[in-house]
């Protein structure tokens, strides 16, 4: 019964320490020490054993369980350590890996260039406003001096809302000029950028919503001097030093004189190109010194002040300032194009 009773001892302790799982080692407990087990199994059968061996077969029974169960006990907190470690390394985070970058957008080209063009004219002491896109056709037209039978005025080539033709889509951002007049003190140095509507066909150069970039000074002795230093600099910190520009004479209503300006083209220095359509330069805004009726309307006395205003066209100076060619580029928003910026 001793060798019986050691075999089942060694057999035991040999499986426990097999063990992987705490399921395992639970069913050997059963096997081992439960009910029907093998060491009870040997405890019944002391019966058969003489008085002066029972006790010591009865000694030697429980040693071997005590030991056993500490051999359970030992190999479940070993096999409790291992799930612990095994869940650790599972659940580990590798902060080495490199992580998913989320796509992020960014500002469109135009915007950046209106933004600088925000921090020139800031550094010049404007102010800059934002107006309505509806406007009253009183403040695009009439208060600007272009009175019933103006050509501009002219339904195929304005957008309204009314039969009565009162209440349009702005065709330009000038009537910001008015709105600062009637609401601000003198002197007045303003820009306004902003969407204007014009009934246009889409094509290389065309489009029946773009963008413009108003600017105005009203104060006391301005003459044309200002106007085109004014607007040189501006050239010159938007395309970089030496940009070469020239003043044409031209006409609108509510300036008198009146020019456009041009930069010599950035594509091929005003040798002509497809972007300048052969011509050398590339318009990018009209101007002029502010007709005194549109100053007298707005209640200023042109004797004693006097100001100008300029148009821009946010598109064609953005692709001055970031070489870019094709207007279209601008609104088709080609993710390929926009991230070169
Ligand atoms: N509003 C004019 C245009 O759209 C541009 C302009 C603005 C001209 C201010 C003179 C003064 O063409």
């Given at each position: ?50 008085a ?59 915007y ?13 002491g ?8 509806i406007?009253?056709?009183?403040l ?10 103006h ?12 039969e009565?033709?009162?209440v349009?889509?702005?065709s330009?951002?000038?009537p910001m ?13 303003i ?14 150069t ?7 970039v ?19 600099t501006?050239?010159?910190?938007l ?14 209503p509510?300036t008198e ?22 011509e ?37 100076t ?24």
């Amino acid at each position: 019964m001793k060798e019986q009773i050691a075999k089942i001892k060694a057999e035991a302790l040999a499986a426990f320490e097999g063990t992987q799982a705490a399921a395992d080692l639970d069913a050997l407990r059963v096997k081992y020490l439960g009910k029907k087990g093998e060491l009870t199994g040997l405890l019944k059968q002391m019966g058969s054993l003489s008085a002066e061996e029972r006790p010591q077969m009865g000694q030697l029974v429980n040693e071997v369980k005590a030991s056993l169960e500490a051999a359970i006990e030992a190999q479940g907190k070993k096999l409790e350590a291992a799930a612990l470690e095994h869940r650790l390394k599972r659940e580990a985070v590798d902060v080495t890996i490199p992580g998913n970058t989320p796509a992020l957008g960014h500002k469109h080209p135009m915007y950046l260039a209106l933004d600088e063009i925000k921090d020139i004219f800031i550094g010049m002491g404007f102010t800059v406003l934002d107006g309505p896109e509806i406007e009253l056709a009183e403040l695009n037209f009439d208060r600007l001096n272009a009175e019933e039978g103006h050509p501009s005025r002219d339904w195929s080539d304005t957008f309204y809302f009314d039969e009565d033709s009162r209440v349009m889509l702005r065709s330009q951002t000038s009537p910001m000029q008015v709105r600062a007049m009637d609401t601000m003190e003198l002197p007045i140095r303003i820009i306004a950028p902003g969407r204007v509507y014009r009934k246009d066909e889409v094509d290389a150069t065309h489009s029946p919503m773009f963008h413009q970039v108003e600017g105005m000074v009203i104060d006391k002795n301005v003459t044309m001097a200002d106007l085109k230093g004014t607007l040189n600099t501006l050239a010159e910190q938007l395309f970089g030093k030496g940009t070469v520009t020239r003043f044409r004479p031209h006409h609108f209503p509510f300036t008198e004189p009146s020019c456009e300006m041009d930069v010599q083209c950035h594509k091929c220095g005003g040798v002509g190109c497809p972007t300048c359509k052969g011509e050398g330069w590339i318009e990018i805004l009209g101007a002029g010194m502010i007709h005194p009726r549109v100053l007298e309307m707005a209640g200023i006395d042109p004797e004693k002040w006097s100001g100008w205003a300029f148009g821009m066209g946010l598109e064609r100076t953005a692709m001055g300032r970031f070489k870019i060619s094709d207007l279209r580029l601008i609104f088709e928003n080609d993710v390929r194009f926009l991230e070169q910026f």
